[in-house]
């Protein structure tokens, strides 16, 4: 009898010990970080990028489009604070990472030894072309802002009419507005057919009649601007008073503005109202007053996951969508060829991302290529121009020419 | 000439503006001996009181701009009244302190509503074209500021030289202690000193955001970026902020029309009014109008 009871309970205890194990279903987690400034300056851009990297990887594990694996990125606030983006780094190193997503200029020029060293994939939202100096592990995911700033300057040689066009640049005083400046002068060293009368690194100004005016009395025709929104804004509000902004092109006597990724989108034109009309505005992201397959996408995916019309419109959002479909797709890759999902094996999936094997995101314009001498990710560029309060295409998408020129 | 005069207007009109924003600071400093360094974001959530009146309460602008100061008067009284009453008598720099931790918790509330990460602007309710008089322009926005600039400092400087509070407000910054000898209540005096502040903060911010259009980060540097007028003000002077404010936009905008882009010079009107601060302060250390003290031993 006593040897029944043993044998009863140790069949008990062997059934709850079983039923108390985990299944082992062979799904894996992969690891990703993003560190990027939901707070602080420039926090108009990175709260939409945010949620497009957020929806977006929500949507892969949803859907099951890695199967049972999933992906589980931590996204934190750096405030726009380099400090606070390696201390969040370090953290998501001691996490096990497989990929990072990266925020700013600085941080990312900060940083850059510590991806070397660590051997970490990384696409940050800044665009600066030095990001990529003595960097094996940095991805652009777009055209550089000097290459956009030279997409611009071609543009303007290409559609002018009467002699060499006077273009002034007006940038942020910091790595990420100076960055394209060297690069647009070595395109007109190189033949690009334009003069540049001034180089302006604004600060926090309230009135821009003065500068405005000095442009005017050097004959300058266009303003090639990178930097963020507001200064823009203020320079628009200020051109448009004093009766300087051209209704058309190139329009004589006045001033056409013009400008890179961050001086763009939905957000200038709430800024500067009316006297956004003709800002002339260059990426390699899809918009939504653009209609099309990929804003569809794009505004479904943000209806899904709830957010509100501002940022499901925002060209931010489809950055930040973007790069966690390049993320999601390295890992999908490299699941496909039966590689294990590691930091190294991402780094092979980026390199190899090119001819056949380019990725078309349907949130850019173009597609995404990568090699070992390539790190900036969609070449192409759409140039828009705003009309009635809105961003509408102006030409087809196009790459510079200049840019191959003066490596 | 228009050239010469076209930078006289708006180097006016800036400087206008940097007054209006720097009257919080003297207010507070007048009467209290404190810098407020949270003044910065007191400007920008009168900006974004007075934008959510006039879109989501849909009121009239110029009735939600004055609510808008009447609301940020009694915020920034319960701000003093909650955080900073108790530290009454303590010394100055931990009351400058708390202003630091109070410019975090202001900007973690800002963060935590759609005005902390988006963009907007005021709907236009001024006429579109600027005047335009011997090929000078003026937006009527700016007009509007320049005129609430200095109707609000002749209202201040009348409060101050005038009224019994505002006599009061004076006699407590010279001394506390007299102060409440002859019967002023103290805690009073800050409690409308840091309102008086909020309501010109408010003002402030609702013209700055006219201008730039509502930014959370542009309008709370505004806080910093007039920190040097109200040095060379004077911190305690109420002409000194305007004299000193009207000085530096008129620098800056000289410097900007007739060095900058010459002689090979660059971004000499962000650097040529702290050059001037440096060296005016030299040989007036409490600036061009504030308080000489002589301390007998």
């Given amino acids: 009898m006593k ?11 062997l059934v709850a010990v079983m039923l108390a194990m985990p299944v082992s279903s062979g799904a894996e987690v992969y690891k990703l970080g993003l560190s990027l400034a939901i707070t602080g300056p420039t926090s108009d851009a990175g709260n939409p990028y945010a949620k497009g990297v957020e929806d977006y990887f929500r949507y892969v594990n949803d859907m099951k489009l890695l199967g049972k694996d999933t992906i589980d990125c931590t996204i934190r606030d750096d405030k726009y604070e380099t400090a606070i983006t390696k201390r969040n780094f370090e953290e998501y190193l001691d996490m096990g990472i497989v990929f990072y997503l990266n925020y700013s200029t600085g941080s990312t020029l900060g940083l850059k030894r510590d991806f070397e060293e660590v051997k970490m994939p990384v696409i940050p939202a800044s665009f600066h072309a030095g990001n990529l100096e003595e960097s094996n592990y940095i991805f652009l995911p777009i055209a550089s802002y000097s290459a956009q700033a030279i997409g611009l300057a071609e543009y303007v040689v290409k559609n002018h009419n009467g002699k060499t066009p006077k273009v002034a640049l007006f940038v942020h005083p910091s790595a990420f507005g100076r960055g394209p400046v060297d690069d647009v002068k070595k395109s007109v060293a190189a033949g690009l057919g334009m003069e540049i009368v001034e180089v302006v690194e604004h600060g926090k100004d309230l009135d821009n009649t003065a500068m405005l005016q000095r442009f005017k009395s050097k004959g300058v025709q266009y303003v090639i601007s990178q930097t963020v ?37 939905n957000d200038l034109i709430a800024l500067a109202g009316d006297a956004a009309e003709n800002f002339y505005w260059t990426t390699s992201y899809i918009i939504t007053s653009e209609p099309g397959v990929g804003t569809d996408a794009q505004l479904a995916l943000a209806k899904r996951y709830g957010r509100d019309d501002k940022a499901a419109n925002s060209h931010n959002y489809a950055n930040g969508v973007m790069v966690a479909q390049v993320a999601a797709e390295v890992i999908k890759r490299a699941k496909t060829r039966g590689k294990e999902v590691t930091k190294e094996t991402l780094y092979e999936e980026l390199l190899a991302m090119n001819g056949m094997n380019a990725f078309y995101p349907v949130t850019t314009v173009g597609p995404v290529t990568y090699s070992k001498d390539d790190h900036q990710g969609v070449d192409t560029l759409q140039l828009y121009a705003v009309d009635k309060g809105q961003f509408k295409s102006v030409g087809t998408p196009f790459i510079p020419e200049y840019t191959g020129k003066i490596k | 000439m228009s050239y010469f005069f076209q930078l006289v207007v708006s180097g006016i009109v800036v400087g206008s503006i940097y007054a209006l924003s720097a009257i919080g600071f003297v207010l507070i400093y007048k009467s209290s001996r404190v810098l407020n360094l949270a003044h910065g974001q ?52 931990s009351v400058i302190m708390v202003t630091i931790g109070l410019m975090s918790i202001i900007d973690g509330l800002i963060y935590l509503t759609p005005f902390g990460s988006e963009n907007f ?9 600027p005047i335009v008089y011997a090929g000078i322009s003026i937006s009527y926005t700016q007009l509007v500021g320049v005129i609430i600039t200095f109707i609000l400092i002749g209202l201040f400087s009348w409060f101050f ?20 000898s002859i019967g002023v209540s103290v805690p009073r005096v800050f409690g409308l000193a840091w309102a008086t502040a909020g309501l010109s903060a408010a003002a402030a911010g609702s013209v700055i955001g006219n201008i730039t259009g509502l930014n959370f980060s542009t309008l709370h540097a505004f806080g910093i970026i007039v920190f040097p007028v109200v040095i ?24 900007s029309g007739y ?39």
């Avoid at chain 2, 934008?51 to 701000?79: D, E, G, K, N, R």
Wanted: net charge positive; hydrophobic share 50%.
């Fill in chain 1, 3 to 13: 040897t029944y009871k043993i044998s009863i309970w140790l069949m008990v205890s």
């Fill in chain 1, 229 to 265: 929104q507001s200064p823009v804004a203020v320079m628009l509000n200020d051109a448009s008073r004093l009766g300087l902004v051209a209704k058309t092109f190139g329009e004589k006597g006045k001033i056409t503005f013009l400008g890179c990724h961050y001086t763009g989108g």
């Fill in chain 2, 42 to 93: 007191i400007i920008a959530t009168g900006a974004f009181i007075t934008y959510s009146l006039t879109v989501t309460a849909h009121i009239p602008i110029y009735l939600s701009f004055l609510m808008s100061m009447i609301i940020t008067f009694f915020l920034a009284m319960s701000v003093e009244k909650i955080f900073l009453r108790r530290l009454i008598g303590e010394p100055i720099i």
């Fill in chain 2, 121 to 129: 602007s005021f709907p236009p309710f001024l006429p579109q074209q």
């Fill in chain 2, 161 to 180: 030289k005038k009224s019994t509070v505002g006599i009061s407000m004076r006699a407590v910054s010279d001394d506390q202690l007299a102060s409440m």
């Fill in chain 2, 232 to 255: 060379l003000g004077g911190l305690d002077s109420l002409l000194g902020a305007v004299v000193a404010g009207i000085i530096m936009g008129l620098i800056q905008q000289f410097a």
């Fill in chain 2, 259 to 297: 060095l900058d882009g010459n002689f090979g010079l660059y971004g000499t009107a962000q650097v040529l009014p702290y050059i001037l601060l440096l060296v005016l302060l030299l040989f007036k250390p409490h600036g061009l109008f504030g308080t000489h003290e002589i301390e007998r031993v």
